[in-house]
């Protein structure tokens, strides 16, 4: 069997990890439980590459997951939606492929309460984020997972031409304080070049981005390939550095694949991160 064919794992504690990266891999999963599905990837690799060879700041990845599953005791299954909080300084990310097969491992595990089934989650996934996570469950009906419309300027009335590298010099400083958004910011997998759709949602106080230089900034990563999260960073390293705010947030709601999307924020105060999602997502 060829290594780009993986077999359905049986085993509850067998790794992928000697295979690599699942993302670009025909992956049949799992028919039982199984955190060896998980892959992490070190955020150092992307951080070496920013401004400074570093991140400076906090934040956290938030993931909504929509096909959430398990069997009660009976047999029954069990459906919730889930937000999922990992930390920005974490060691790892966990890549979106090997989180979308994990959570499909549990659909035919029993577990004896929710709580129980919490408790095996959040321990799998800190494991291999390399710090601690949270889980919020809530019904299919669950109001808190109803989209939102964005506060502030909408980036997307401008007519601007886009570049196709998003440098930093693109930035402009205005005096003032902005909260601005845009919906069609797209990136792409790093691994696949399948695009990612998001909104993405800047505020700044004390200085701000020039609205033009900041909306044909963001547009330029339609065709630059790194992860979600690293994305985030890197337009949030940016703006530090060119513009030098007192205060500076950036958010990208990233919309779903595979039951899941995922809302990376970076700040430069420790606070709660927002919790917003968009109806597309």
Request: with cysteine; aromatic share 8%.
């Amino acid at each position: 069997m060829g290594d780009d064919k993986l077999p359905v794992r049986d085993s509850l504690h067998g790794s992928l990890h000697d295979k690599g990266p699942l993302l670009g891999q025909q992956v049949a999963g799992s028919n039982h439980y199984d955190p060896g599905l998980l892959f992490p990837v070190p955020r150092a690799n992307a951080r070496a590459s920013l401004p400074g060879r570093e991140f400076s700041g906090f934040g956290e990845d938030i993931w909504h997951a929509y096909e959430l599953s398990w069997l009660s005791a009976k047999g029954m299954p069990q459906i919730f939606l889930g937000t999922f909080c990992i930390p920005a300084d974490s060691v790892n990310i966990i890549e979106s492929k090997s989180f979308k097969l994990y959570l499909h491992s549990l659909n035919n595990h029993v577990f004896g309460s929710k709580e129980t089934a919490c408790e095996t989650i959040v321990g799998d996934l800190s494991v291999t984020a390399g710090a601690a996570i949270s889980l919020a469950l809530g019904g299919v009906d669950d109001g808190r997972y109803g989209g939102v419309v964005p506060e502030g300027d909408c980036l997307d009335v401008l007519d601007v031409s886009v570049p196709k590298v998003a440098d930093a010099s693109l930035l402009s400083a205005v005096a003032g304080d902005s909260l601005a958004y845009t919906h069609l910011m797209r990136s792409l997998c790093p691994v696949t070049a399948q695009p990612d759709w998001a909104t993405m949602i800047i505020e700044t106080r004390g200085t701000s981005a020039e609205r033009e230089g900041l909306l044909r900034y963001l547009l330029a990563y339609r065709n630059h390939q790194e992860f979600h999260e690293q994305c985030v960073e890197r337009v949030y390293t940016d703006l530090w550095k060119q513009l030098n705010p007192d205060y500076l947030s950036v958010q990208a709601l990233y919309t779903r694949r595979g039951g899941l999307d995922i809302c990376p924020w970076r700040c430069s105060e420790a606070q709660p991160a927002p919790q917003g999602r968009m109806n597309r997502q």
